[in-house]
Protein backbone atom coordinates (compact mmCIF):
# COMPACT_ATOMS: atom_id res chain seq x y z
CA UNK A 1 0.00 0.00 0.00
CA UNK A 2 2.53 2.28 0.99
CA UNK A 3 4.69 1.65 -2.02
CA UNK A 4 1.56 2.54 -4.12
CA UNK A 5 1.60 5.98 -3.17
CA UNK A 6 5.24 7.20 -2.63
CA UNK A 7 5.44 8.86 -5.36
CA UNK A 8 3.23 11.61 -4.67
CA UNK A 9 4.54 11.80 -0.73
CA UNK A 10 7.92 12.40 -2.49
CA UNK A 11 5.85 15.36 -4.43
CA UNK A 12 4.89 16.90 -1.29
CA UNK A 13 8.16 17.91 -0.70
CA UNK A 14 7.77 20.26 -3.23
CA UNK A 15 5.36 21.97 -1.95
CA UNK A 16 5.20 25.44 -1.36
CA UNK A 17 4.13 25.69 1.96
CA UNK A 18 6.77 24.50 4.76
CA UNK A 19 4.68 22.18 6.45
CA UNK A 20 3.91 20.30 4.34
CA UNK A 21 7.34 19.47 3.11
CA UNK A 22 8.29 18.55 7.06
CA UNK A 23 5.21 15.97 7.47
CA UNK A 24 5.89 14.42 4.16
CA UNK A 25 10.18 14.51 5.10
CA UNK A 26 8.73 12.90 8.69
CA UNK A 27 6.71 10.89 6.90
CA UNK A 28 9.41 8.97 5.59
CA UNK A 29 11.62 9.52 8.39
CA UNK A 30 9.13 7.25 10.38
CA UNK A 31 8.50 4.87 7.80
CA UNK A 32 12.24 4.32 7.32
CA UNK A 33 12.47 3.90 11.42
CA UNK A 34 9.22 1.49 11.48
CA UNK A 35 10.71 -0.38 8.85
CA UNK A 36 14.27 -0.76 10.29
CA UNK A 37 12.89 -1.29 13.74
CA UNK A 38 10.75 -4.52 12.23
CA UNK A 39 13.68 -6.18 10.55
CA UNK A 40 12.46 -5.07 7.08
CA UNK A 41 14.24 -3.24 4.25
CA UNK A 42 12.65 -0.11 2.87
CA UNK A 43 12.22 -0.91 -0.41
CA UNK A 44 11.32 2.10 -2.64
CA UNK A 45 12.63 1.99 -6.44
CA UNK A 46 13.80 5.67 -6.35
CA UNK A 47 15.62 5.67 -2.78
CA UNK A 48 18.46 7.60 -3.86
CA UNK A 49 16.30 10.09 -5.45
CA UNK A 50 15.01 10.62 -2.25
CA UNK A 51 17.93 11.18 -0.23
CA UNK A 52 19.39 13.44 -2.92
CA UNK A 53 15.54 15.64 -2.54
CA UNK A 54 16.34 16.00 1.32
CA UNK A 55 19.82 16.84 1.22
CA UNK A 56 18.74 19.73 -1.22
CA UNK A 57 16.34 20.12 1.20
CA UNK A 58 18.74 20.10 4.25
CA UNK A 59 21.15 22.55 1.75
CA UNK A 60 18.44 25.14 0.96
CA UNK A 61 19.55 28.65 0.58
CA UNK A 62 15.85 30.14 -0.92
CA UNK A 63 15.64 33.92 -0.58
CA UNK A 64 11.88 33.81 -1.50
CA UNK A 65 11.46 31.79 2.45
CA UNK A 66 11.96 33.97 5.54
CA UNK A 67 15.40 33.26 7.69
CA UNK A 68 13.04 31.12 10.20
CA UNK A 69 11.51 28.94 8.15
CA UNK A 70 15.19 28.11 6.17
CA UNK A 71 16.48 27.67 9.78
CA UNK A 72 13.39 24.76 10.87
CA UNK A 73 13.50 23.09 7.44
CA UNK A 74 17.46 22.52 7.43
CA UNK A 75 17.19 21.22 11.11
CA UNK A 76 14.66 19.10 10.54
CA UNK A 77 15.65 17.59 7.04
CA UNK A 78 19.26 17.13 8.22
CA UNK A 79 17.63 15.25 11.14
CA UNK A 80 15.82 13.11 9.02
CA UNK A 81 18.40 12.47 6.15
CA UNK A 82 20.90 11.39 9.24
CA UNK A 83 17.81 8.88 9.97
CA UNK A 84 17.16 7.58 6.46
CA UNK A 85 21.57 7.09 5.93
CA UNK A 86 20.31 4.45 8.43
CA UNK A 87 21.63 6.33 11.75
CA UNK A 88 19.31 6.10 14.87
CA UNK A 89 16.77 9.07 15.76
CA UNK A 90 19.20 11.61 18.34
CA UNK A 91 17.60 11.87 20.90
CA UNK A 92 15.83 14.92 22.58
CA UNK A 93 15.05 15.84 26.20
CA UNK A 94 11.87 17.59 26.91
CA UNK A 95 12.23 19.58 30.83
CA UNK A 96 9.25 20.25 32.31
CA UNK A 97 9.21 20.33 36.34
CA UNK A 98 11.49 17.66 38.21
CA UNK A 99 10.79 15.62 35.55
CA UNK A 100 12.51 15.09 31.64
CA UNK A 101 10.96 13.09 28.67
CA UNK A 102 12.67 11.23 26.00
CA UNK A 103 12.28 11.44 22.87
CA UNK A 104 13.90 9.14 21.10
CA UNK A 105 12.34 7.92 17.80
CA UNK A 106 10.64 9.38 15.20
CA UNK A 107 6.94 7.93 16.51
CA UNK A 108 7.23 9.81 19.64
CA UNK A 109 8.53 12.52 18.03
CA UNK A 110 5.41 12.96 16.09
CA UNK A 111 3.21 12.30 19.08
CA UNK A 112 4.83 15.14 20.76
CA UNK A 113 4.12 17.45 17.94
CA UNK A 114 1.17 16.64 17.91
CA UNK A 115 -0.53 17.18 21.22
CA UNK A 116 2.09 20.24 21.14
CA UNK A 117 -0.12 21.60 18.85
CA UNK A 118 -3.35 20.88 20.20
CA UNK A 119 -1.89 21.42 23.95
CA UNK A 120 0.17 24.78 22.90
CA UNK A 121 1.53 26.33 26.49
CA UNK A 122 -0.37 23.67 28.71
CA UNK A 123 1.96 20.89 27.15
CA UNK A 124 4.24 20.86 30.50
CA UNK A 125 1.29 20.73 32.74
CA UNK A 126 -0.06 17.97 31.16
CA UNK A 127 2.63 15.69 31.25
CA UNK A 128 3.25 16.46 34.63
CA UNK A 129 -0.38 15.67 35.80
CA UNK A 130 -2.53 14.11 33.24
CA UNK A 131 -2.03 10.21 33.41
CA UNK A 132 -3.17 9.56 29.87
CA UNK A 133 -0.09 11.81 28.56
CA UNK A 134 2.12 9.81 30.98
CA UNK A 135 0.76 6.58 29.59
CA UNK A 136 1.54 7.37 26.04
CA UNK A 137 4.99 8.91 26.63
CA UNK A 138 5.58 5.78 29.27
CA UNK A 139 6.54 8.40 32.27
CA UNK A 140 4.73 6.08 35.04
CA UNK A 141 2.55 7.67 37.77
CA UNK A 142 2.12 11.32 38.39
CA UNK A 143 4.34 12.44 41.09
CA UNK A 144 1.48 13.51 43.38
CA UNK A 145 4.38 14.80 45.86
CA UNK A 146 6.06 17.73 43.19
CA UNK A 147 2.36 18.07 41.19
CA UNK A 148 1.91 22.33 41.24
CA UNK A 149 -1.09 23.10 43.40
CA UNK A 150 -2.93 26.02 41.82
CA UNK A 151 -3.14 28.93 44.06
CA UNK A 152 -6.95 28.68 43.73
CA UNK A 153 -7.14 25.22 44.90
CA UNK A 154 -4.29 26.34 47.95
CA UNK A 155 -6.81 29.34 48.80
CA UNK A 156 -10.20 27.09 48.69
CA UNK A 157 -7.65 24.49 51.41
CA UNK A 158 -6.42 27.96 53.87
CA UNK A 159 -10.58 28.94 53.84
CA UNK A 160 -11.82 25.69 54.56
CA UNK A 161 -8.49 25.51 57.39
CA UNK A 162 -9.36 28.92 58.33
CA UNK A 163 -13.60 28.01 59.07
CA UNK A 164 -12.48 25.08 61.09
CA UNK A 165 -10.82 26.89 63.19
CA UNK A 166 -13.03 29.91 63.91
CA UNK A 167 -15.94 26.68 64.87
CA UNK A 168 -13.19 25.81 67.63
Same mark, same amino acid.
Not at 38 to 63: A, P, R, T, W
Not at 113 to 138: K, P, V, W, Y
Given at each position: ? =???? =???? @?? #???????????????????????????????? $??? +????????????????????????????????????? $????? !???????????? #?????????? !?????CSILG?????? #?????????????????????? $???????????????? +? @???
Amino acid at each position: L =IQQD =INKL @IK #LMDSTDLDIRLSAGTTFAFLYEFYDNNDQEFN $IYN +LQDLKDKIMKLSNDSNKSQSKKNLRVQRSEFRDILHT $IEGNE !YEMEIIKFGYEQ #LDIDSWRMKI !YYDIFCSILGSGMNIH #LAQNQTLRDIFELGSVLLDKVL $ISRDTRMNAVSFLFSV +L @IQF
